[in-house]
């Protein structure tokens, strides 16, 4: 059958060894000081590693290839884990485990926040490479989770940008380094910011945004933040 799986460019790969870590199914092994895809049936092709390989050198292909398939996963982690693998254990994407959690109830009386949003479109398949608005701007490039999960993500990370959105998991993202590296090079783009959830497949916002900048042959500040499932700042 045709499906999405991983496909590992060894010569870009430095064998840093984050991919290996970043998936969940252990997939993914250094043999001889380069990244290999273990089996088939071991990735699910949701793309959890995509952002967290610096070199690049992890892409999504369509190809004929075995069925993802969890029990044997299941079988496999056991080997290759010191902790024994439930049968209720999530297996996949760490960002597609569900989990529940309870917010303290707040005392603050509920107050009417006003839009930052100034542009439209958003989604990076839909704003355009050329636009009066981008002139000066200060670009926010955001995955499409984060306004839900940061409640302050107007005042705090939209006033004074312009907005991009995009998810790195769910969006066909091969025609988005292109266009975005566009946007930064044929407009006068002052900052850009990259705002992701802590969950590694949104690490793919990250790559790309920082690949343009630099494939824009620009020199311009760039910062990432990264966002908790819980609504809390990690990383700036």
Known sequence: MKRKIIKIDESKCNGCGLCVSACAESAIQLVNGKAKLVSDIY?????????????GAIDIEEREASSFDEEAVKKHLSKTSSKPISSHQHIGCPGMAAISFTKKPSNS????????????PLQLHLVPPVA?????????ISADC???????????LL????LIIACPKLDNTEPYLE?????I??????????????????GGITMIAQRAVQESGKNI????????????VLDK
């Not at 009386?109 to 439209?120: A, F, N, P, R, Y």
């Not at 984060?146 to 107007?154: D, E, L, M, Q, S």
């Not at 990432?224 to 809390?232: A, K, M």
């Open 43 to 55: 990735c699910d092709g949701l793309g959890a590693c995509l952002g967290e390989c610096p070199q």
């Open 179 to 183: 266009k975005l590296t566009s946007i």
């Open 132 to 140: 009066p608005y981008w002139d000066g701007a200060d670009l926010l």
């Open 159 to 162: 006033k004074g940008r312009k």
């Open 185 to 202: 090079k044929d407009n006068n783009i002052k900052s850009v910011t990259a705002v992701r959830m802590e969950v590694p497949c949104c």
């Open 146 to 156: 984060v306004p839900f999960a940061y409640a302050n993500f107007h005042s705090e």
């Open 109 to 120: 009386e509920s107050v009417k926040i006003d839009s930052e949003l100034t542009q439209w």
């Open 221 to 232: 500040p760039f910062k990432t933040i990264v966002i908790s499932i819980h609504g809390e």
